[in-house]
């Protein structure tokens, strides 16, 4: 199994909602990462989690608030978003980050923010 | 990783050849990856080089020169289907993958 698992695939949100996004993995991978990606740009490192414990964290605002409940799967919940907020949001796992492997990503999240 | 440059975008036709150049800062380099992405889809993982050469997988290629900061993707007998946003991405300085700000390709007919 080499997938990455995100849902939902599609989010609408408002602007007051609280909403979460979920990625799972059964990989054994041991880092697991988020990426928010603009239209026509490359993905940007949001946050990493190494051994379940938050290891970068990419100046990101505070309305979006990462989780790691167990080394599969990965969390980010999302509170009082922007409409800039909108974009693809791409979960990522790969072995222990003290070794360069390729990493994993899922499908993504396209979120909306309106 | 946040010193890595690509050309922006690329043409090229069906059944030729096309190089995508990446150069990237050398200080701390462990190795260089290359990520194949199609509009609205998730990366996919094409190479990884750590030494200097080219590593050959089928019709893409990917060459790394440690001394110049310099690789580059090969893609031979394109196919309409190769039309993808190619990323050079490595974790030089950082512990996670980062990348560079990718090449579009549009393969023609």
């Known amino acids: 199994d080499t997938e990455v698992t995100q849902t939902p695939k599609h989010l609408v949100m408002g602007m007051t909602n609280k909403k979460s996004l979920k990625c799972e993995q059964h990989m054994g991978h041991r880092a697991m990462y988020w990426y928010k990606q603009k239209a026509k740009k490359p993905p940007e490192l949001m946050f990493v989690y190494s051994y379940e414990k938050l290891s970068i964290n990419e100046s990101v605002p505070s309305r979006f608030s990462p989780e790691c409940p167990n080394s599969s799967l990965l969390n980010l919940h999302l509170h009082a978003l922007q409409p800039e907020d909108s974009a693809l949001y791409l979960c990522?796992?790969?072995?222990?980050?003290?070794?360069?492997?390729?990493?994993?990503f899922g499908q993504g999240t396209r979120l909306t923010v309106v | 990783g946040q010193n890595i440059d690509q050309p922006t975008e690329m043409t090229a036709t069906e059944g030729a050849i096309v190089q995508i150049n990446c150069t990237y800062q050398?200080?701390?380099?462990?190795?260089l990856f290359w990520y194949q992405q199609h509009a609205g889809e998730a990366p996919t993982f094409l190479s990884y080089?750590?030494?200097?050469g080219l590593e050959e997988k089928g019709r893409f290629s990917s060459f790394l020169s440690r001394s110049k900061g310099y690789s580059y993707l090969l893609l031979k007998e394109l196919q309409m289907k190769d039309s993808a946003s190619y990323l050079c991405a490595d974790y030089t300085g950082r512990r996670a993958l980062t990348f560079g700000s990718g090449t579009r390709l549009q393969v023609q007919p």
């Open positions: 050398t200080s701390g380099f462990n190795g």
């Open positions: 990522a796992s790969s072995q222990p980050i003290e070794r360069d492997t390729e990493a994993f």
């Open positions: 080089n750590v030494l200097d």
